[in-house]
Nanobody, 115 residues
Framework: QVQLVESGGGLVQAGGSLRLSCAAS????????MGWYRQAPGKQRELVGT???????NYADSVKGRFTISRDNAKNTVYLQMASLKTEDTAVYYC?????????WGQGTQVTVSS
């Protein structure tokens, strides 16, 4: 019943910007913290950042100052605004939510940053 669907990925030039969206359904969205993760080829999945139900955010050092997470509870959607993109940001990006029962993941959306 719980579903997370990422969108907004694509090809972007280094230095450019991109906004990812994660639409949630099947949960009381507004009460949960959400996370963004990414996985580059040959590397393990890593945390990009989180946002609490109240809107407080935390970011990995590698993206701090360049990426911004926000949420729109009326739309059951969390966003990842990416700016000043680098080639090393190339990865599949996933959103995540943890409930009292289990964690849920979206299918991921590919972000490719070209030089």
């Amino acid at each position: 019943q719980v579903q997370l669907v990422e969108s907004g990925g694509g090809l972007v030039q280094a230095g450019g910007s991109l906004r990812l969206s994660c639409a949630a359904s099947g949960i009381s969205f507004q009460i949960y913290a959400m996370g963004w993760y990414r996985q580059a080829p040959g590397k393990q999945r890593e945390l990009v950042g989180t946002i609490t139900s109240g809107g407080s955010t935390n970011y990995a050092d590698s993206v701090k100052g360049r990426f911004t997470i926000s949420r729109d509870n009326a739309k059951n959607t969390v966003y990842l605004q990416m700016a000043s993109l680098k080639t090393e940001d190339t990865a599949v990006y996933y959103c995540n939510v943890g409930t009292i029962v289990r964690s849920y993941w979206g299918q991921g959306t590919q972000v490719t940053v070209s030089s």
